[in-house]
């Protein structure tokens, strides 16, 4: 008996360990800091209180800070990655020479090098050893911050702003004086998986949630633009038209930021910007923060089209959840920051400067609210994105031809891409991509394809549903891909991690035809053929004479149920297509005098990259 009480409370304490192991948890920091900026020199002072806490199950004895401006310089990790990738390399990171390409950092000059250079670090008071590793700092702890505990660290740095290459610096192309963004010490974020170090190449960024308090102490003749709350709009320029600017002695005003609960603190300072801002109906107060001139003039009639983004947004993924978001002319192309994004400015065309606004602004869904660490899943990040972007400005700018989806572009460049033979997997680390473009259609254009096939798959509605419940459950956190199947697979009831496999970590593609067609007096036998490798459920369809459309959908074995309904209209479910099977043939109810055309998909959905072959007109 004894020995049976033992072995129930050993099984006991056991699934309870293991339990709390794979409990999810996240870390959480708060931010004050205190900003002195040369703006002459392009330099600043920096003193920051940090307050971490450790709500993880591990006691952390080291910590990690990322310096993201030590990649802005000659012979760092992103210098060597450009000069190595030639021709392949990101263009804006490098430039043509002749016949050679070379890295556009290594022409940095000195005094226009990025830097942050810690002075000291304490914890808790206590001096604390440090390294730098390129743009990793790694701290050697005084005293192991335990399982929810926290602890206080202090430091004081001194910045160079760098020349404006990739995403923040001095003087940008369209004039910008100040982009600083990834521009203070900040902390690594640490989970299940250990802490996120990864150098910063050029691409992607992760944090722990985190409220700041941001005190800059700048001319006063600058504006500022930022991610945040700002507290004191009646002593600086820009924001009050009864605003008092009352300079110190040294002729600079202090700006007083907070934010609560974001992922990083961005802003940019310029002497010539314009703020405008108006609010929008269940949804956040906008600001916009430019250079008014006729070359920006599209911002002043893009207000309508956000007011209306952020309200399709909060209908169809679920609710912005901060009270303001800033667009802001500052960085290069565009990049997602807490409760703002840096873009450029000047745009040709309406359509492109929303278009633009809208991929820039849904990361604040698919990066910020949701917020996978996109270092390793750029695809959760800029593929869900994208998709959102599509879905949105199909709705706002309609096509002028008619169009089956809004993601046939999408599906027709991918498609034309798989013919390149340079595709590489989407499950590649961010950096790591070997060819730039290969990178962007791994990320973005297979990302958002995996959203457009999954909702061939279970159906539009389910993916609808799914979409919230990924919100619901997930927002604010740090979901992973087995946390967004898991949901897919609960709303669908079926089998999905195939797909995922297939789609993600390979670049095996769909390719589904017609092969033939036997006409009988009373009914016609049809056969299909896989000759791709990635297996598919497959949804068929015939037109007959009088314009009725017939839809039949064959489930694939691996999901093990098959979908309910969709929205391109009723259909009938035929027996499972097994996926070891290369052939499939079923018969249908209509002789060839009442068929017009068939084929696989009219919907135009499914990703097939030789669909010349899907349909056949009956003569």
């Known amino acids: 008996m004894k020995k049976l009480k033992f072995s129930l409370v050993f099984a006991l304490f056991s699934f309870f360990s293991l339990a709390q192991q794979n409990a999810y948890s996240q870390q959480y920091a708060k931010y004050k800091m205190d900003i002195d900026v040369d703006a002459t020199n ?22 990690y800070f990322h310096l993201y401006w030590n990649a802005f310089k000659v012979g760092s990790m992103m210098d060597q990655r450009v000069a190595g990738q030639g021709v392949n390399a990101d263009g804006r990171l490098s430039k043509r020479v002749g016949n050679t390409v070379i890295s556009r950092l290594s022409e940095i000059p000195k005094n226009e090098e990025g830097a942050q250079n810690i002075r000291w670090i304490k914890q808790n008071g206590k001096d604390l050893k440090f390294e730098i590793q390129g743009t990793i700092m790694k701290v050697y702890l005084a005293e192991a911050i335990k399982p929810n505990s926290s602890t206080t660290f202090t430091m004081e740095w001194d910045a160079v702003i760098p020349m404006q290459i990739r995403r923040a610096g001095r003087n940008n192309r369209e004039g910008i004086d100040m982009t600083m963004s990834q521009w203070y010490p900040k902390i690594a974020e640490y989970d299940y ?42 002593d600086v320029k820009g924001y009050s038209k009864t605003a008092e600017v009352k300079p110190d002695i040294a002729n600079k005003v202090n700006w007083k930021w907070t934010a609560k609960n974001i992922l990083d603190f961005a802003w940019a300072a310029d002497r010539d910007y314009t703020v405008e801002s108006f609010p929008i109906l269940d949804g956040p107060k906008v600001f916009l923060v430019y250079q008014k001139s006729e070359k920006t003039k599209h911002w002043e009639e893009s207000k309508p089209y956000i007011t209306k983004f952020f309200q399709l947004m909060n209908a169809t993924f679920g609710r912005y959840k901060w009270p303001s978001y800033s667009f802001i002319q500052g960085g290069d192309g565009g990049m997602e920051y807490g409760m703002c994004t840096m873009i450029l400015g000047e745009a040709t065309s309406l359509e492109g400067l929303t278009g633009l606004m809208f991929h820039e602004g849904a990361h604040s869904w698919f990066q910020q609210m949701l917020a996978t660490n996109e270092s390793v899943r750029p695809w959760m990040d800029e593929g869900f994105t994208q998709y959102a972007e599509d879905f949105v400005s199909y709705r706002l700018f309609p096509p002028t031809e008619p169009k089956p989806n809004p993601f046939t572009d999408a599906i027709r460049a991918y498609i034309n891409f798989t013919k390149s033979g340079k595709e590489e997997p989407a499950v590649w680390l961010a950096d790591h991509h070997d060819n730039g473009t290969a990178y962007t259609y791994a990320s973005y254009i297979k990302g958002e394809m995996f959203l457009v096939q999954l909702g061939y798959i279970v159906g539009e509605e389910n993916l609808n549903r799914i979409m919230i419940k990924y919100y619901d459950d997930w927002a604010m956190k740090h979901p992973t891909e087995r946390d967004f199947i898991h949901i897919a697979q609960q709303i669908s009831g079926m089998d999905l991690k ?22 009988d007096p009373e009914s016609t036998t049809i056969t299909l053929v896989n000759k791709g490798g990635v297996p598919m459920p497959i949804d068929f369809s015939i037109l007959t004479k009088d314009k009725k459309v017939i839809n039949y959908n064959i489930p694939s074995s691996l999901t093990r149920t098959w979908k309910s309904k969709d929205i391109y209209g009723p259909f009938k479910t035929l027996p499972y297509w097994a996926w070891t099977q290369q052939e499939y043939s079923f018969t249908i109810p209509y002789t060839k005098s009442q068929l017009s055309a068939m084929g696989i998909d009219f919907s135009q959905r499914l990703a097939d990259v030789s669909p010349e072959d899907n349909y056949l007109e009956v003569k």
């Open 42 to 63: 392009f330099t600043y002072q920096g003193k920051q209180t940090l307050q971490y806490q450790n709500n993880s199950p591990d006691e952390l004895r080291v910590a």
């Open 498 to 519: 195939w797909f995922q496999h297939y789609w993600i970590n390979t670049t095996k593609t769909i390719d589904y035809g017609i092969k033939n067609v036997k006409y």
């Open 193 to 234: 998986d250990g802490w996120a170090t990864f150098d910063y190449i050029g691409r992607e960024f992760h944090a722990p949630f985190s409220d700041y308090e941001v005190n800059i102490k700048i001319d006063k003749d600058y504006v500022i633009g930022a991610g945040g709350n700002l507290e004191n709009p009646n």
